[in-house]
């Protein structure tokens, strides 16, 4: 339904001509990593979203290319691009939302903490840009393992004395997304109408979707649920081992960060009520893990107006909750460490 939104939204732009900068608001996104197996689908999708009126592409190389082809699409947006570190902050100087797809992906075999030792540093001297070119932009933090990299960036913001914990986010929009498309399949139900919270991490068991709570309703078994579950927590190793070395998900991963960055835009441009997506936010990872990560968000002005509890969860998702704690705990320390070291 997003994308039909956003399919109707860049056809109105491109009707009624003028619409998008006539009426919407000047709203600049940063992509960091913009050249990158998300990155460049990424920036294609957010040039279809009228609601940004400038788009900075920047990446270590390659963005020059990437930036000159994804500018002939005839939408809103300006497409300005940026390679190499000393033309960070103008990519970034003004932006309101800033994604973060920067960073190597996995391999077959290795786990999202396997990638810490490159993209922590990464992640690391991004932030650090942010703050001082863009302080009070929504940032979204895509590199894995988002375990470890929110924690990064928040310590980052922290000690730059920039830090809202309403405007910090790891993005795990894409472990909603496959609960969705594999509840729908399972349920035989129309997947544009699926609900299914996903609350925990996003690695391996931390990610815990809430299938108890998922609408419309169907009759699973508690095989089926297992199985299920086991799927969304392994969805980003089964398409590892697919790709089989070429990287990880790259084109439902652009698809997940397009939309919540959708999302997080309507609210802060129109208010548009009744987008709730999974996301991390990490103040309350330290003190309770077990609402860190939160099944819905409802976004504001200030990005996180409200949060939304657990609800009610079955006996085996109360056991998932119990189980993820430990290894969620111990990746936003390590995050916090390296932050501080
Ligand atoms: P990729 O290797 O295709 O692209 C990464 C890009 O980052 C490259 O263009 C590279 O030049 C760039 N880069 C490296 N260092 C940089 C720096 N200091 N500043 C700016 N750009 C820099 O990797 P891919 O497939 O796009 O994945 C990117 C990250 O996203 C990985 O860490 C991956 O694990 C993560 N990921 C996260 C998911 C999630 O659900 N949150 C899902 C899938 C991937």
Redesign the pocket.
């Known amino acids: 339904s997003m994308l039909r939104t956003l399919a109707r939204r860049t056809s109105t732009a491109g009707t009624r001509r003028g619409f998008a900068s006539e009426s919407a608001p000047d709203r600049k996104v940063a992509i960091?990593?913009?050249?990158?197996?998300?990155?460049q689908p990424l920036s294609l999708l957010m040039k279809l979203n009228p609601l940004v009126s400038r788009l900075a592409l920047?990446?270590?190389?390659?963005t020059p290319g990437v930036a000159a082809d994804v500018s002939h699409i005839n939408t809103r947006s300006e497409i300005l691009g940026y390679a190499g570190?000393e033309q960070?902050g103008k990519a970034l100087e003004g932006a309101d939302v800033v994604i973060i797809?920067?960073?190597?992906?996995?391999k077959p075999g290795m786990t999202?903490d396997d990638?810490f030792n490159i993209?922590a540093g990464?992640v690391k001297?991004?932030c650090t840009a942010i703050a001082k070119y863009c302080p009070h932009a929504l940032v979204n933090v895509?590199?894995?393992p988002?375990n470890s990299t929110v924690p990064i960036a928040s310590e980052v913001f922290k000690k730059a004395g920039t830090y809202d914990e309403k405007r910090l986010f790891?993005?795990?929009?894409?472990?909603v997304v496959r609960a969705k498309t594999f509840y729908a399949g399972k349920a035989k139900v129309n997947v544009a109408d699926v609900i299914v919270p996903v609350v925990g991490g996003?690695a391996g068991v931390t990610i815990l979707p809430l299938f108890s709570q998922a609408t419309p309703s169907a009759n699973l078994s508690s095989e089926e649920i297992e199985a299920l579950t086991k799927r969304t927590q392994d969805g980003?190793t089964e398409v590892v081992e697919a790709k089989a070395g070429k990287?990880?998900?790259?084109l439902s991963?652009a698809y997940?960060g397009a939309i919540f960055a959708d999302c997080l835009l309507e609210w802060d441009l129109n208010g548009v009520p009744g987008c709730l997506y999974s996301c991390h936010s990490y103040s309350q990872l330290v003190t309770e893990p077990a609402i860190s990560l939160h099944p819905r968000l409802r976004f504001g002005k200030n990005g996180v107006e409200e949060v939304l509890g657990l609800g009610a969860l079955s006996d085996y998702e109360k056991e998932g909750l119990e189980a993820l704690k430990p290894e969620l705990k111990s990746s936003i320390e390590k995050g916090i460490k390296f932050a501080n070291a």
């Open positions: 960091l990593g913009a050249a990158g197996g998300i990155g920047y990446d270590i190389a390659g570190e960070l797809p920067a960073g190597v992906p996995r999202r990638l993209n990464i001297s991004l895509i590199s894995n988002v790891g993005v795990t929009t894409l472990d996003h980003g990287g990880s998900a790259t991963m997940a």
